[in-house]
């Protein structure tokens, strides 16, 4: 992808400069790269581990990620040039960024025939502590047993339910706080409801998570925290549901998405967004306890992926933008859609009165140490037809995905100029044979073995 690199003088090579690297290198981090298991904003001089993750991806020292304020999100625009001329991704964002003399000039694409933006949401630098439902069965059975020599979780669930500053537990207990302060309020008649009904519990709101609410015990309500204004970090607990992007992102990913003339939209979300919505028994002695969602990934968080699935949804214009969803972590590599109407996971995406789909693409497990053929085991099983290729239709052993770009003849889309009618999408194994492939139809925004189902 960097041939020119090392010849060049550089290690790692600069991943985003179209000089030396012709094929870009792009990504955003999950937990492991940002320091620990599971990670969340509690570990303590994050933004190192942020530095070191950059600078091995070849992220350009003056890059508008590295600021210390927040996380690495950023849009890429992948042919924002026309073919056969140069430029850093970044140079139309910071001017300072270097270009030799002897390039040719740029040569900036019309509008219309802009092909690619890439959305890479950082889910690590502001994402809050579990919320309390999550694990709260499992950990109160956990605790009670009292050994942390038999149990290495018991550190773990004393801390999500009896540390913190105030002794009341380091897990988030703000998603609970709202869904029973909506259900309260949706129950009354609309001149009765709260001030801040709307845009605390409509998604489509546009105030929606970017105001400073506190859940007053006292009251039973909100209020608006006094004397707060901006996106400073440390204003993050302010967030009236538990956070995984932040407010300062969400503002930024709103805009950024509403204001996109890309045909294809692709948002990398290294958490799982569509995984099992489904509560199930805990594994292990303790299966009598419930337990929700992975431990780490979106369904955790349920406000907060329900948000980021409607303005998905909501971002696509069939025959005009579609967009997909990239992510990894599993171990795993499929596919996975959220359909409108009434389905059996309606309610886990508030998904019913949707137009369009929201397509999921995991590639995850390029080796086999992270893919190691786990088989299709009660965790990994679909039980609620998300799946697009069935209950087992995954690959469990070391592969990687490929998304090529079709022209209306089939062909693949060669420069800017060219329309994309189709956007095929492979899971293929190290050996190089296809396992699974779906193809997204631009003018529906639906997967085509989809179509007719």
Known sequence: MCPNAQAAGYWPPPGTDATLCPRHIIGVWDDHDSGWNNANERLPNRQIFKKMYLDAVGDAPDSPRRGAAHGMFYKYTLNEFAKGSFSSLYERESQSISRGTDLDPLLPLPQENIGVDVFLLDERYQREPLPCESRRDYCELVVAEGDSLSNNNFAWCDDFLNGGVDGEGTCCKKDEQLTAFCDAQAALAPSARDQYYEQLCNLGDPAFGTETLLFDEGLGTYVRNPGVDGFAEDLQADSPFCEVIGR???????????????????????????????????????????????????????????????????????????????????????????????????????????????????????????????????????????????????????????????DANGNLVDSGADTIAKVRMQIVSTSRVVQYEQVLDMETCMLESTITS
């Open 248 to 406: 300062r992102q969400r503002a930024w990913f709103r805009d950024s998405l509403s204001q996109s003339a890309a045909r294809l939209k692709i948002v990398v979300s290294a958490s799982v967004l569509i995984g099992n919505p489904d509560e199930t028994p805990c594994s292990g002695s303790f299966s009598s306890a419930t337990c929700k969602c992975s431990s780490d990934d979106m369904e955790c968080y349920s406000w907060a992926k329900r948000e980021l699935a409607y303005l998905i949804e909501g971002a696509q214009k069939p025959g005009e933008s579609c967009a997909i969803v990239l992510t990894g972590d599993y171990h795993i590599s499929d596919f996975r859609v959220i359909k409108p109407g009434v389905q059996p996971y309606s309610d886990a995406y508030d998904s019913a009165g949707w137009d369009n789909q929201v397509i999921q693409f995991m590639s995850s497990g390029l080796t086999n140490i992270t893919a190691h053929g786990t088989g299709c085991h009660s965790w990994n099983a679909d039980q609620l037809g998300l799946r697009a290729d069935g209950n087992c239709g995954y690959v469990d052993f070391a592969s990687f995905g490929l998304i090529q770009l079709l």
